[in-house]
């Protein structure tokens, strides 16, 4: 045992990796202020289910399909089965390795050499010589294992887990995202039925106007010019009703590719849309973000896989202590084969192994392991950051949609009986067709940009749930072997 310690710390000694002690690395780290945007806030609204957020029915319904079906979201969950098949296969190499084996083979020794010329006086049993063509039979179990005196396989176990929990996270931000999408785009479809209809009776009204405008050329009250020019504008709007119409295919197609299946209609409560939205919504603080978002989470735990990267890769100068061991029988024919003890035969084997010359190799995936580290930590602290910036864009966003749709819904209400005026007036000779076209532009482009203000409240107010981390139907870590 003396010897065997002696020979330990000989190899340990020779090799040793040069600055073995590792000074841990640092990088400017973001500093979060106390709240955003100068805004006391009570509890972020990232911790309320999205059910309760969208708190509509037929979208929950879309979303809940999503979640089962969606087909980026099943190739995360297999990622998550790999990284745990990884931590079972770095626990195995922790652990003895046992085989069972059996053979059978016949070798032929050349006369002139030490074994050929030996068997050639020797008795195999008695009064038989050893044959020519030696047949060979054995059968038992080969162990082997490797001492982890310095603890780098459980380093590479430790970080296979990390990889495996932040692969767990990157599969919620999968969710979150997926959550979001499948709502963006379902508003979005909401809009374009709106859309659909403002535009559906736009080209009733200017057909209207158009037949009216023919008329008065008959009567000799309007010219060729104005006809064209009703013409003209009645052919716009049903060109924009023609694009409306793709856009709204496509938008329920992305949706149905969301969902995991073909192309079918979108069940969907039209008037969401118009309903108010809530006055407010609540941020917490920017220190929830590091629990609330899964991004962040990802990113913490690929700097700790990292850091035990870099452990494995400094442990890996160090001596290795393998102890193999065997027993079984072994014979030359088949009837002796289980025959003991004079057929069985046993090993037990212990070596120091240790890079001393030419580690350039170990050096470079030492050198590589910390560049990792460094990279993983710089990649955190910038999550972070991106994470905070999103927030306070989002934040933005919600706050000047609001003005926007509340202006909007004021240039509606101020344009909304123009039309009829500028009809009336017309009729009566008081106004001329130009009158009547400009009337019936503004109040479709009153209409339809009314529409997009809501959708843009509404795309707020979804970025902003989340950039606060909310969305979140969250996975938890399965049970390793």
């Known amino acids: 045992m003396n010897t065997l310690r002696r020979s330990i710390l000989l190899a340990l000694a020779l090799t040793a990796p040069l600055g073995c002690a590792y000074t841990e690395p640092k990088v400017p780290e973001v500093e979060l202020p106390a709240s955003f945007d100068a805004k006391s806030a009570g509890p972020s609204v990232a911790g309320m289910k999205w059910q309760d957020y969208f708190a509509d029915e037929k979208l929950n319904a879309l979303i809940a399909t999503a979640l089962e079906s969606n087909y980026d979201l099943r190739v995360a969950l297999q990622r998550i089965e790999i990284a745990r098949a990884s931590i079972r296969q770095s626990t195995g190499a922790v652990l003895p390795q046992v085989s069972l084996g059996a053979g059978a083979g016949v070798r032929k020794f050349g006369l002139y050499t030490m074994d050929g010329a030996g068997?050639?006086?020797?008795?195999?049993?008695?009064?038989?010589?050893?044959?020519?063509?030696?047949?060979?039979?054995?059968?038992?179990?080969?162990?082997?294992?490797?001492?982890?005196?310095?603890?780098?396989?459980?380093?590479?176990?430790?970080?296979?887990?990390?990889?495996?929990?932040a692969t767990i996270e990157g599969?919620?931000?999968?969710?979150?995202?997926?959550?979001?999408?499948?709502?963006?785009?379902?508003?979005?479809?909401?809009?374009?039925?709106?859309?659909?209809?403002?535009?559906?009776?736009?080209?009733?009204?200017?057909?209207q106007s158009l037949e009216i405008m023919r008329l008065q050329k008959e009567a000799g009250r309007a010219n060729e010019l104005g006809v064209q020019q009703f013409e003209?504008?009645?052919?716009?709007?049903?060109?924009?009703?023609?694009?409306?119409?793709?856009?709204?295919?496509e938008t329920e197609n992305q949706i149905n590719l969301l969902l995991g299946r073909v192309p079918q209609p979108i069940v969907r409560s039209k008037d969401l849309l118009l309903r108010d939205v809530a006055a407010g919504i609540s941020l917490g603080i920017p220190s929830d973000l590091l629990e609330n978002r899964p991004d962040i989470r990802e990113a913490e735990l690929q700097v700790q896989a990292t850091k035990f990267?870099?452990?494995?890769?400094?442990?890996?100068?160090?001596?290795s202590l393998t102890l193999s061991a065997g027993v079984g029988y072994q014979a030359f024919d088949p009837r002796f084969l289980f025959v003991t003890p004079e057929?069985?035969?046993?090993?037990?084997?212990?070596?120091?192994?240790?890079?001393?010359?030419?580690?350039?190799?170990?050096?470079?995936?030492?050198?590589?392991?910390?560049?990792?580290?460094?990279?993983?930590?710089?990649?955190?602290?910038?999550v972070i950051l991106r994470a905070f910036v999103e927030v306070e864009n989002a934040l933005v966003a919600v706050e000047r949609t609001s003005e926007v749709v509340a202006q909007k819904k004021r240039q509606k209400v101020a344009?909304?009986?123009?039309?009829?005026?500028?009809?009336?007036?017309?009729?009566?000779?008081?106004?001329?067709?130009?009158?009547?076209?400009?009337?019936?532009?503004?109040?479709?482009?009153?209409?339809?940009?009314?529409?997009?203000?809501?959708?843009?409240?509404?795309?707020?107010?979804?970025?902003?749930?989340?950039?606060?981390?909310?969305?979140?139907?969250?996975l938890t870590a399965k049970p390793t072997q």
Do not use: C
């Open 119 to 165: 068997n050639a006086t020797t008795d195999i049993t008695p009064g038989r010589r050893v044959p020519v063509h030696y047949p060979d039979f054995v059968i038992g179990l080969q162990a082997s294992w490797e001492i982890d005196l310095w603890g780098k396989l459980r380093s590479m176990r430790s970080s296979a887990r990390a990889q495996y929990l």
């Open 171 to 207: 599969t919620n931000l999968v969710i979150t995202i997926l959550v979001s999408e499948v709502a963006l785009a379902y508003f979005e479809l909401l809009a374009l039925d709106h859309r659909t209809d403002i535009l559906a009776q736009t080209v009733a009204r200017q057909t």
């Open 232 to 249: 003209g504008q009645l052919a716009s709007t049903e060109a924009m009703v023609a694009a409306t119409l793709r856009q709204r295919k």
């Open 309 to 319: 990267d870099v452990e494995a890769a400094r442990k890996a100068f160090y001596p």
């Open 343 to 382: 057929s069985l035969v046993y090993s037990a084997v212990g070596g120091i192994t240790a890079p001393l010359l030419n580690r350039s190799g170990l050096e470079a995936q030492l050198d590589t392991s910390k560049a990792m580290q460094v990279q993983a930590m710089y990649n955190y602290q910038g």
């Open 415 to 474: 344009v909304s009986g123009t039309v009829d005026t500028a009809d009336a007036l017309f009729r009566a000779g008081k106004a001329t067709y130009l009158d009547v076209l400009l009337a019936q532009q503004n109040t479709l482009e009153a209409e339809l940009e009314l529409i997009d203000a809501l959708l843009e409240q509404r795309l707020a107010g979804i970025g902003l749930y989340r950039a606060l981390g909310g969305g979140l139907h969250p």
